[in-house]
């Protein structure tokens, strides 16, 4: 994928946005090559909202409740999302797996962090999964989101040591400084160089 020189991202987001923040932050350097256009949840009353408030920044919320059926809450977020004719579609914490609809528009061009080194311990609970396993190493994997959960191709993934007396909390915090910094320096560089997937292989460039 070619991406403009300053790319359009737009991120879903569920919790406590300090992923977000971190691009946030980093897109307030020109050099960067990314800026958030909007940002969209599954949920209101959330950190992630406010932050994007406090940027300025247009958000949106699409509940899975408000809608008679998945479908029509997938079909929903996608056209919440493509208003703001993305380049990268940033899953920075975002709780809920996209469909059929939403990846038929958007395919290729959405991005998912998960907190643990794919292809162990997919979905929701990945910090306790690792730790309950006994790993001594987990981390997390940046990937570009295909059907599964959490099997897309694998963009970046970084490596954290679990310590002795970790529990789930302090090992995902743990995770997360470093998951912050493989986002923020994956996502410029996606959107500065572009980045090509061929049999699985992510290239930037
Ligand atoms: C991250 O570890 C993300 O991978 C996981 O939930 C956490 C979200 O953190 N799915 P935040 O909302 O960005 O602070």
Redesign the pocket.
Known sequence: MATPSNARLVVL????????QALLDACGDPEYGARVVAVGADRDGIE?LARADRAGLPTFVRKLSQFSSREQWDRALADSVAAFDPDLVVL????KLVGPDFLARLEGRVVN???ALSPSFPG?TGPADALAYGVKVTG?TLFVVDSGVDTGPVVAQCVVTVEDDDDVDTL?ER??VA?RRMLVDAVGRMAREGFTITDRKVRFG
């Not at 920075?92 to 709780?95: K, Q």
């Open positions: 987001v569920s919790g406590s946005g300090t992923n977000l992630a920075a914490g975002f709780m962090t998960h907190p929701t997390a995902h995770i997360k998951e």
